[in-house]
């Protein structure tokens, strides 16, 4: 469970770009953090990501606030911690499989067993070798979800994942991620400015607003229906 207790972030003196978040995001839930553009939503990924403590209040994990440990151990909790941007992020000159097994090896490890899993995983099974610009931007954003999935974290954080993305590719991502959800069973927060994608994959969802928590709401889920035309859709779209 991720407690949220009073939580302050600031960078400037003047102004807080988050102000007293109180929230609790369950074990195991797909938590949706929604807001416009400014919110404070990615400075609440930050802090989730333990990238820098917080200026006031505490985070806790499963009892634990990770800023009483040592940096050591605040390492290793890194290391349950995945991420995913809206942006992949992948390194050019590593191929696919390099790139999943990347954190993997930042943790001195090995698993190539692991890392075919992830990549068949993710539908790419033919791609290992491929370099990251042989690949479209939704196949980039899957190989960027394998390589959050093969440390195989307690929490995965997801900022705005979708939002580069093309209707149908973002419907392809959402599937997996709520695939990836299913067989993993991560925690997952999701950050969107995308209600359909809040709807399709979370539970519960806070908004945000200049840095606030102005509600936290149990979301009606709904599936993603995509015409099977894409030339009819966006034609009917067009002249509705
Ligand atoms: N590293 C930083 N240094 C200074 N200000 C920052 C930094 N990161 C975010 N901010 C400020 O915090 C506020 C919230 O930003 P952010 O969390 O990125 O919002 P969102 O992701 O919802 O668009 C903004 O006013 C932004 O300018
Ligand atoms: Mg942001």
């Not at 790139?99 to 692991?114: C, E, F, H, V």
């Not at 610009?133 to 960027?144: E, I, K, N, P, T």
Request: with cysteine.
């Amino acid at each position: 469970m991720i407690v949220l207790k009073a939580l302050s972030k600031s960078f400037t003196r003047e102004t807080a770009a988050l102000a007293d978040i109180n929230l609790t995001i369950k074990t195991g839930e797909v938590f949706g953090i929604v807001g416009e553009s400014g919110a404070g939503k990615s400075t609440l990924l930050h802090l989730l990501n333990l990238l820098s403590p917080p200026t006031k209040g505490e985070i806790l994990l499963d009892g634990v606030d990770p800023w009483q440990l040592t940096e050591q151990e605040r390492r290793q909790l890194r290391q349950k911690i995945g991420t995913i941007f809206q942006t992949p992020h992948l390194l050019a000159n590593r191929t696919v499989l390099e790139n999943i097994a990347l954190p993997l090896k930042l943790q001195g490890r090995k698993d190539s067993a692991k890392v075919n899993e992830l990549l068949n995983f993710v539908g790419l099974g033919d791609k290992g070798r491929a370099y990251p610009r042989q690949l479209s931007g939704g196949q980039q954003q899957r190989v960027a979800i394998a390589r959050a999935l093969v440390t195989e974290p307690a929490m995965i954080l997801c900022d705005e994942p979708t939002s580069a993305l093309d209707e149908r590719t973002t419907l392809e991502i959402l599937t997996l991620l709520k695939q990836a959800q299913t067989t993993f069973q991560p925690t997952i927060v999701f950050v969107s400015h995308e209600l359909t994608a809040v709807k399709y994959l979370c539970q519960n969802a806070a908004i945000l607003a200049a840095g606030k928590l102005q509600e936290v709401t149990p979301v009606r889920q709904r599936a993603i229906v995509t015409d099977t035309n894409y030339t009819q859709q966006v034609l009917a779209r067009l002249q509705a």
